[in-house]
């Protein structure tokens, strides 16, 4: 659709469908189908600007409200980008599995009980800019997680992917029972600095937040360590990389930005130093930068994550003493400046000494400086995971880390 | 107004239990980036579900056009038990709009949140504001819901949010702030609640706190709690676990269990521990007169003089349990399933005032507001860091403190109570639950309420 009367515009016609299988018990608790269309709008007359959320496009309706708005101090730019583009990265297992989910119950078989959600969502994206850029990019993947019980303990894993494999579930429920056969022991732990080797879930959860940090928006009104970080600051250990990934295969994502930016992947943080912020084109002014095709309008946000593997085998990391932390969740930052920041960890969080599992721990807060766990990442393992869940929803391929001087404490 | 549409939907399904509904929210909202305008934003959001039950499992649909949904026609069992028969009450209830949220165009509201926050930025302190990013959001939600081709239920309830998060810096230090003010109605939230003066007593107080605030010592001390720390205290440690699918597992992936299923008493509070959930009350954010099941709303005293006595209870857990549904379902949007939630949580007041709460505390610690909180998935241990906390020495509020930190269980904070007293004040939030996510409106509250000899830690 061409819309006259503004300097500059985009529209991204939406239309998702998406699965949801919810497992209770090891048995199917519900099962949901649901779908959404309508359209995404930005429409902007000189620095007057509306976005919006709407099932059709009014242009003159539009049009009133951009009339009456005043100037805003900070407002979208369209990229220059034009011409047409198409792909569909839709995996027909995806498909099949929307039609039919009988594949599911026999992943749900073993002797501890099984909980969880397995979600397919799939998404047509058409994009359509003031600057002739017309991207229709259709798309699809796959996340799950499982929560398996025994007792009082519990553990889980989950899997990323852009295609249905039920070996893939299986090994997920088989890698949540492995943590689970680790001890059947509590130990203790009080507050104090610990070593810890934090799962790739933990990871997701904690660098969404840092990639959110990372945002220009973020950094522009201080809520972000990275408000005053230039390229080349010593911001994490030299061992740690952390890159923003539009383009992995197995995620995959969106050609296009928002704002018709070509997205491509960077380091936001290289071997510790600080690389750059997420930049959309109005951010990017702000910061005298280029956008990073991470828009968001007016927030720039990454669509997907991804650290540096290190050289260390998983089960070689698994030495000394240290405490193993499988899940965490509740990441809340105290002050988004400095960031101070505390989580709680579930599930499988272990003590181990000499290399060996004491016993469970039980539900024990990471109380720490954001900046200080990536300062003090001392290994990387070689193997890496790409996961999403509930609550680290931003997908990301992460190692495990294992980090020094990691402040906890207990209720 | 879409009954036709919810009986074509229904016809479909051959369920004996179903619940059919039509839902929109209708959302504008406009922000403020150091008291300069920041742009407009809206939201429409409008569809229809089904959700039916068979052999044990839910089998949930919705699209926005009502003729897009039909049954997919599998075969499958699962782990539901059964359906509670409450009756369905099919009426219409509203929250009113005391000055219509349409009576002020959208120029003029831009223009009043101009000079309110322009005078804000003018606020006198010794820090200086680095960002002040403020939001003010309108949605309109309706509901028409049909359950099991009973007559139509129909709600509306508009609300106002206001939202803004401070950075401020000062003395050598940073602080980030968080606020939010609103309830359902209508424009009253934003005229007529001295906004202006909220906000600049914010400023001022974190303010006085960074520049004058002193260090804690940390060990065992009283503390009282202000209705904001009672208010996330009855919402996230008493009111989460007292969800019924939780203490069953529905739940268990996502958002975690309760530390009721392994509590083999009941006493979880001392005796003056008084905590209910009621959605009736009017301008509350999570207002609403009948449940997402057809269920009549009722308040819900979860506890009663320190004791557990009633779970928030839909018909699935109704059924399971034995003890019905109390009218706690409720579903953020139309492609979401109703899930049991909270409406408005809050420590019951007492009959002390404020004055006699503090008199009687020789050292302790004034908790006003928090900038941290968070728990674990048991709904057991928890941490609060004060934005704002002052120090209670012999019985009289004195200097401000650097942000004391408390950490504990539920049980040990419930049972260490030993005064509330006769104010009640409620915050709005936004209760996150479910799979795919549901936020939906919420009220926070409670009184001031006093802890003896509880330990304070320091960050």
């Given at each position: 659709m061409e819309f006259t009367g503004f300097d500059e515009y985009a529209t991204i016609e939406y239309q998702t469908k998406t699965l949801v299988i919810k497992v209770v018990e090891s048995k199917i608790e519900n099962v949901q189908r649901f779908s959404d269309k309508g359209y995404e709008v930005m429409l902007k007359k000189g620095n007057k600007y509306y976005v919006g959320r709407e099932k059709t496009l009014d242009q003159r309706k539009l049009a009133e409200i951009v009339n009456i708005l005043p100037e805003s101090q900070i407002s979208p730019i369209i990229s220059d980008t034009s011409g047409e583009y198409s792909q569909n990265k839709v995996h027909p297992t995806l498909e099949e599995l929307y039609q039919d989910v009988s594949a599911i119950p026999p992943l749900l078989e073993g002797k501890n009980p099984i909980y969880g959600t397995i979600t397919v969502t799939i998404v047509n994206r058409n994009l359509n800019t003031s600057k002739g850029l017309k991207s229709a990019e259709k798309k699809g993947w796959i996340n799950a997680y499982f929560r398996v019980k025994r007792g009082e303990f519990s553990a889980q894993w989950a899997h990323t992917s852009n295609r249905f494999e039920q070996d893939k579930l299986r090994d997920c429920v088989e890698t949540a029972n492995e943590l689970l056969k680790l001890s059947d022991r509590r130990a203790d732990v009080n507050d104090g600095k610990y070593t810890v080797v934090l799962s790739p879930l933990v990871m997701a959860n904690l660098m969404m937040y840092a990639s959110g940090m990372a945002s220009g928006f973020s950094a522009m009104t201080g809520n972000s360590i990275f408000s005053d970080s230039k390229k080349g600051d010593e911001v994490a250990s030299d061992v740690f990389t952390l890159r923003d990934i539009p383009d992995d295969e197995q995620i995959g994502n969106w050609e296009?930005?928002?704002?018709g930016e070509r997205t491509f992947r960077k380091e936001i943080i290289y071997q510790g130093k600080f690389n750059t912020h997420l930049l959309n084109n109005e951010t990017a002014k702000v910061f005298n930068a280029k956008s990073t095709g991470n828009a968001g309008w007016i927030y720039p946000r990454s669509l997907a994550l991804e650290i540096d593997t290190g050289t260390s085998k998983f089960h070689d990391m698994m030495d000394g003493n240290f405490i193993y932390v499988n899940n965490n969740w509740y990441t809340r930052f105290q002050n988004m400046a400095e960031g101070q920041f505390s989580t709680v960890t579930r599930d499988a969080t272990i003590l181990f000494r000499n290399g060996k599992p004491e016993g469970f721990v039980g539900r024990v807060r990471i109380a720490d400086k954001l900046g200080n766990i990536v300062k003090n990442v001392i290994e990387l393992s070689r193997e890496s995971y790409v996961v999403s869940w509930w609550d680290a929803p931003l997908p990301g391929r992460y190692p495990f880390a294992k980090i020094d001087n990691v402040s906890l404490t207990r209720a | 107004m879409y009954e036709d549409e919810l009986r074509k939907i229904s016809e479909l399904f051959p369920s004996r239990y179903k619940e059919v509904r039509y839902h929109s929210v209708i959302t504008k909202g406009m922000r403020y980036l150091n008291g300069k305008f920041a742009g407009i934003y809206n939201s429409e959001e409008e569809g229809f579900s089904v959700r039916t039950f068979n052999n044990g499992v839910l089998q949930f649909y919705a699209s926005p056009n009502s003729t897009e949904i039909k049954p997919v026609g599998e075969s499958l069992t699962g782990w539901e038990a059964g359906v509670s028969e409450e009756p369905v009450k099919s009426a219409k209830y509203e929250s009113e709009e005391?000055?219509?949220?349409?009576?002020?165009?959208i120029d003029s509201k831009i223009s009043y949140l101009n000079d309110v926050l322009s005078n804000v930025m003018k606020t006198e302190i010794k820090g200086k504001v680095k960002s002040l990013v403020f939001s003010y959001v309108e949605s309109v939600e309706t509901k028409e819901i049909m359950i099991s081709d009973s007559d139509v239920i129909m709600g509306r309830v508009p609300r106002v949010l206001i939202t803004y998060n401070i950075v401020l810096e000062g003395n050598g230090r940073t602080v980030t702030a968080w606020f939010e003010e609103g309830g359902s109605g209508g424009l009253e939230w934003l005229i007529q609640r001295n906004l202006q003066e909220k906000i600049e007593e914010n400023l001022r107080s974190i303010d006085r706190v960074m520049h004058s605030g002193k260090g804690v010592t940390p060990g065992k001390k009283d503390v009282i709690l202000s209705p904001i720390l009672s208010g996330i205290m009855a919402h996230e440690s008493v009111g989460h676990p007292f969800e019924m699918d939780r203490i069953l597992g529905r739940e268990f992936a996502q958002a975690g269990s309760s530390y009721l299923t392994e509590f083999k008493e009941d006493q979880v509070g001392s005796n003056v521990v008084n905590l209910s959930d009621n959605p009736t009350i009017p301008t509350s954010s999570g207002f609403y007169l009948i449940d997402d099941q057809g269920v009549s709303a009722r308040e819900k005293k979860l506890i009663v003089s320190g004791k557990v006595n009633e779970m928030l209870q839909d018909r699935f857990t109704g059924f399971r349990t034995g003890?019905?549904?109390?009218?706690s379902a409720r579903s953020s949007r139309f492609d979401r399933e109703p899930l049991i939630r909270m409406s408005n949580t809050y420590f019951v007041p007492g009959e002390m005032s404020f004055e006699e709460l503090v008199e009687d505390v020789r050292e302790g610690i004034y908790f006003k507001n928090y900038m941290e909180w968070n728990i674990d998935d048991m709904r057991l241990g928890q941490r609060y860091i004060a934005l704002e906390a002052y120090a209670i020495n012999n019985g009289e509020i004195g200097e401000p403190l650097l942000f004391p930190v408390l950490e504990g269980t539920t049980t040990y904070f419930l049972k260490s109570v030993d005064g509330v007293d006769r104010n009640l004040d409620f915050k709005p939030g936004m209760c996150g639950k479910g799979d795919p996510e549901q936020g939906v409106p919420v009220w926070l509250g409670g009184p001031n309420m006093r802890l003896r000899n509880v330990n304070v830690k320091v960050m």
């Open positions: 296009f930005d928002d704002e | 005391k000055v219509k949220l349409s009576s002020m165009s003890r019905g549904s109390n009218g």
